[in-house]
């Protein structure tokens, strides 16, 4: 939970299903059987408690969060779905990536997209127009997604059994490090645009995240960015981090990508 703005407040998160030019909104708590009720505001003098249970009320979530997740993992385990969580900062180029991996997979493996922002539609349409079935979630003052929220977008999306399922999550490189979601792996994608020194600011992401990206590797001669530094600053966050430079938009780096998925499914089986 995001302990200044409590944004684990699951009530205000939409999931819209994009099928063809249908557009079926239905909040996460109907599709689980939750009751529809925001959380009320707590009296005046809550603010005033003592400030240990912040802590508590953490835990609680973090705890209700895994519980969730591990019902997802099951739930995918049971039809042999991967699942893969991919997060970054705005802007890395998580759906330009996933993009370019959906047309030129497209035939070869069978996907299929939840994406997470706060607002809009527009990656959801976006992944919609490679032919891939696509769930946008939005989580509204939410900067994460949570087992929960992803619970209820599967039931929407209705993934094929042995089939892959990509995540993009909110753009966000602190919050969605902490909520499972029961997915096989976190990945990151960091884009040189953004500085090397990103794993030791967040080490948390990093930290429990399988694979590192680098991605917008065709623009490391217009900034600056130490590609050998950023490799070692995480793997001194992380040792065993596999770490893949790409660019998308040229295809650089793209078939060691596509390797990288096809043997998480085939681990999977």
């Known amino acids: 939970m995001c302990t200044t703005c409590g944004c684990s407040d699951g009530a205000g998160a939409?999931?819209?299903?994009?099928?063809?030019?249908?557009?079926?909104?239905?909040?996460?708590?109907?599709l689980q059987g939750l009751p529809m009720r925001r959380r009320q505001h707590e009296p005046a003098h809550s603010h005033a408690q003592v400030h240990g249970t912040t802590l508590n009320l953490e835990q609680e979530i973090l705890a209700k969060n895994n519980r969730l997740a591990e019902l997802n993992r099951q739930w995918l385990k049971d039809r042999n779905i991967l699942l893969l969580n991919l997060m970054s900062s705005p802007g890395a180029g998580k759906?330009?990536?996933?993009?370019?991996?959906?047309?030129?997979?497209?035939?070869?493996?069978?996907?299929?997209?939840?994406?997470?922002?706060?607002?809009?539609?527009?990656?959801?349409?976006?992944?919609?127009?490679?032919g891939c079935p696509a769930v946008q979630v939005n989580t509204g003052t939410g900067c994460h997604l949570e087992a929960g929220m992803l619970a209820g977008a599967l039931k929407q999306l209705a993934p094929a059994a042995n089939?892959?399922?990509?995540?993009?999550?909110?753009?966000?490189?602190?919050?969605?490090?902490?909520?499972?979601?029961?997915?096989?792996?976190?990945?990151?994608?960091?884009?040189?645009?953004?500085?090397?020194?990103?794993?030791?600011?967040?080490?948390?992401?990093?930290?429990?995240?399988?694979?590192?990206?680098?991605?917008?590797?065709?623009?490391?001669?217009?900034?600056?960015?130490?590609?050998?530094?950023?490799?070692?600053?995480?793997?001194?966050?992380?040792?065993?981090?596999?770490?893949?430079?790409?660019?998308a938009t040229r295809g650089e780096g793209l078939p060691h990508w596509y390797a990288w998925l096809r043997g998480q499914l085939f681990s999977a089986v």
Do not use: W
């Not at 999931?15 to 996460?28: F, H, M, P, W, Y």
């Open 14 to 30: 939409r999931i819209t299903d994009l099928t063809g030019s249908k557009l079926q909104r239905v909040t996460e708590q109907q």
């Open 95 to 130: 759906t330009t990536l996933l993009e370019h991996t959906l047309r030129d997979l497209a035939g070869d493996l069978s996907i299929s997209v939840v994406e997470g922002d706060q607002e809009t539609l527009f990656d959801a349409e976006r992944i919609r127009a490679t």
């Open 163 to 247: 089939s892959l399922v990509m995540v993009e999550n909110v753009g966000n490189l602190v919050c969605p490090a902490l909520f499972d979601l029961g997915e096989r792996a976190k990945v990151v994608i960091l884009s040189v645009t953004e500085g090397a020194d990103k794993p030791l600011k967040y080490p948390h992401m990093f930290r429990a995240s399988s694979l590192m990206i680098i991605s917008k590797i065709d623009l490391l001669p217009y900034v600056d960015f130490d590609l050998d530094a950023c490799i070692a600053f995480a793997r001194r966050i992380n040792p065993d981090i596999e770490v893949l430079p790409l660019s």
